[in-house]
């Protein structure tokens, strides 16, 4: 199991969830991928890109500067 880390900061919608899909065929079973964001609607579409493509979004973190840290289990 590997943690991988995708910073997409900077970027608005739909751009995350590109980011997040292009890196997702290099996940292995079991592999998390720590996604950070600042996006007004960040939590809300990777909540829905995980449920649409079956994965597990395992947390999601406050930074307190406006950004998150989302964590998803492949």
Do not use: H, Y
């Given at each position: ?23 997702s ?39 307190g ?10």
């Amino acid at each position: 199991m590997a943690v991988i880390q995708l910073d997409t900061a900077g970027l608005k919608c739909p751009q995350p969830i590109l980011k997040i899909a292009t890196k997702s065929p290099d996940m292995l079973k079991g592999d998390i991928l720590e996604v950070i964001g600042d996006c007004p609607t960040f939590e809300k579409d990777v909540r829905i890109w995980c449920q649409r493509m079956q994965k597990v979004c395992l947390s999601v973190k406050d930074d307190g500067n406006g950004k998150l840290k989302i964590q998803i289990q492949f």
